[in-house]
């Protein structure tokens, strides 16, 4: 069983660095209208197609030492870094959602658990590729913040969409929520993060240079919403108190505003749906209007609490 559960996550680390060699791609050819498919991947300086043994993720880029094999034009290292968040996020989901039998999952009922004892159920492998496309979706938008520039809207309607879309199909995705009202509470789980993450992005952002910050944090925080409605106040929690880390770095002199807020949402997510399980009931409560609500209240206490330590005027 070793042996199978090393190929597992051997197999879901190789997967998630894949996807993260297609998000670069996404994140620097969508903002200047190019296709994403063609052309094939190439060099940007000497436009040389790269070849197949040179675009395995992390490894390729290990390989060529950093550099183009044509032209040896310097390839950043932001590439298979990457690459490599993104392999580790689908392989450490993938320990607890399909090998653990969903120990992290706080919904499943007798029968579910005890279908989903093997790795790769049905139930389980639907419930990680469910989780990892969020976890995709959001580290993409970190890369956007990154790069200053907003995700492109047939982005955003591409995530929402992959959020609202399958729990119709397969309820088990996201099974806090009747299929009846899948789509409902997921877009008011949506409206109601974003909500909570455009004051959070502002209270902690307070300057006007700052202000596109907090419509990424905003976004992704809606797409938390989207695919996690009950979730998104253990979430948004916990991206509250990194920002409070942040905030008091940056009182402390510590330069921390290259740092994309989006990235910590990305983090605070994955550390989230690891110990979903344990969080308080009151997190993983099934869906319900009151519930998906939540976060609202939750944004007035921080928003309240923030505006006794936040005295710097704003410029």
């Not at 197609?49 to 490894?59: A, H, Q, T």
């Not at 989901?93 to 039998?101: N, R, V």
Request: aromatic share 10%.
């Amino acid at each position: 069983m070793l042996f199978i559960d090393l190929a597992v996550l051997a197999w879901c680390f190789t997967v998630g660095a894949s996807v993260g060699s297609f998000l670069n791609v996404v994140v620097w050819r969508l903002p200047q209208g190019m296709s994403i498919l063609r052309p094939g991947s190439h060099c940007p300086r000497c436009r040389t197609p790269i070849l197949l043994r040179d675009n395995v993720p992390v490894l390729g880029w290990l390989v060529l030492r950093g550099r183009c094999r044509a032209c040896g034009a310097a390839i950043s290292p932001r590439y298979p870094l990457v690459e490599l968040v993104a392999g580790l996020a689908f392989a450490v989901l993938a320990w607890p959602e399909l090998i653990g039998g969903g120990w992290n999952l706080p919904f499943l009922t007798a029968d579910e658990s005890t279908a989903a004892s093997a790795p790769l159920s049905g139930t389980l492998a639907g419930i990680w590729l469910y989780h990892v496309t969020l976890m995709s979706l959001l580290l993409a938008i970190a890369l956007f913040e990154f790069d200053g520039s907003r995700p492109p809207v047939r982005f955003l309607v591409v995530a929402v969409l992959a959020g609202l879309a399958p729990p119709v199909l397969w309820p088990q995705l996201r099974p806090e929520s009747p299929r009846e009202y899948a789509v409902l509470f997921g877009v008011q789980g949506g409206l109601l993060s974003g909500a909570l993450g455009f004051c959070l992005g502002t209270s902690f952002d307070p300057r006007r240079g700052e202000r596109w910050r907090a419509l990424a944090l905003a976004w992704g925080l809606a797409l938390v919403g989207t695919f996690l409605v009950p979730g998104t106040i253990g979430v948004a929690v916990l991206v509250a108190g990194a920002l409070v880390v942040l905030r008091l770095a940056r009182f402390a002199r510590i330069d921390v505003d290259m740092l994309p807020r989006t990235l910590l949402l990305f983090a605070a997510t994955l550390a989230f749906l690891l110990l979903w399980g344990v969080f308080p009931e009151a997190v993983t409560i099934r869906g319900g209007f009151v519930n998906t609500a939540a976060p609202v209240i939750g944004a007035i206490v921080v928003l309240a609490l923030l505006a006794l330590f936040d005295r710097r005027p704003r410029s």
